[in-house]
């Protein structure tokens, strides 16, 4: 794990914290450090402040992404306007924590993180056949999932891309694994609690607004000048997928 602030006091103690938690990590100063460190050695997950000297963490988010890499990325802010975060999630990053944090609230965005860039993710490894069975046919491998299509929208789960029709939209992982979940279940309400185990495998609780911000943004890549709305809120349940 790569972790960068340039708060000596946090960064010492997030570092000490997730070391305890079983993380190593590799912790820098300043987005300068960081480019170079994920560069030199490229972590499995990457804890960037937005706010620090030189090139902040925004930056460091956006010259990673425009290179290609797909390593997920959490952001660290103390800033608390809706704007903010989405400036965060527009270069790149895949989820946020708000300063002052707790840190079992880091802890649990991290192990969503990983968990969805995980082994299940990585192409398996072939097996030569053993023993007798090595005289008889291999069984067809299961055919995996490639396409979902639900109010004109198409999903190739494989290639990670997704079209609104001929458009096609530029989604970071959490705002593609949010809108393959309203795919799969359109027309259907899907509550607060459910979508935040699935996406995030905890449920942040009702303070929370990190899942109306991911929303927000999704719909503001879906939606399209007099075509219809495509994801609905059902106040005080959740949200759904239709075409109207």
Request: aromatic share 6%.
């Amino acid at each position: 794990m790569l972790l960068a602030e340039d708060d000596r006091a946090i960064r010492h103690a997030l570092e000490r914290a997730l070391t305890l938690e079983g993380y190593r990590v590799t912790a820098v100063a300043d987005g300068v450090e960081a480019l170079a460190q994920a560069h030199r050695t490229p972590p499995d997950i990457l804890v960037l402040d937005v706010m620090m000297p030189g090139i902040d963490g925004l930056q460091v988010c956006r010259v990673l992404r425009a290179e290609g890499d797909r390593t997920p990325i959490l952001m660290l802010t103390a800033l608390v306007e809706t704007a903010d975060r989405i400036a965060g999630l527009d270069a790149g990053a895949d989820d946020y924590v708000v300063k002052p944090f707790d840190v079992e609230e880091v802890f649990a965005r991290l192990r969503a993180l990983l968990r969805r860039t995980g082994p299940g993710e990585r192409p398996p490894r072939s097996a030569a056949p053993v023993g007798n069975n090595a005289s008889h046919p291999a069984k067809e491998p299961a055919v995996p999932e490639r396409q979902l299509t639900a109010a004109g929208l198409r999903m190739d789960l494989q290639a990670r891309r997704v079209w609104r029709g001929t458009r096609e939209l530029e989604l970071t992982r959490t705002e593609f694994e949010l809108l393959e979940l309203l795919v799969r279940n359109a027309g259907i309400v899907l509550d607060h609690s459910t979508i935040y185990d699935r996406i995030w495998g905890y449920d942040f609780g009702p303070g929370s607004k990190n899942l109306a911000v991911y929303v927000g943004y999704l719909r503001r890549k879906l939606d399209e000048p007099g075509a219809s709305q495509l994801i609905h809120t059902v106040r005080g349940v959740g949200y759904v997928l239709r075409e109207d």
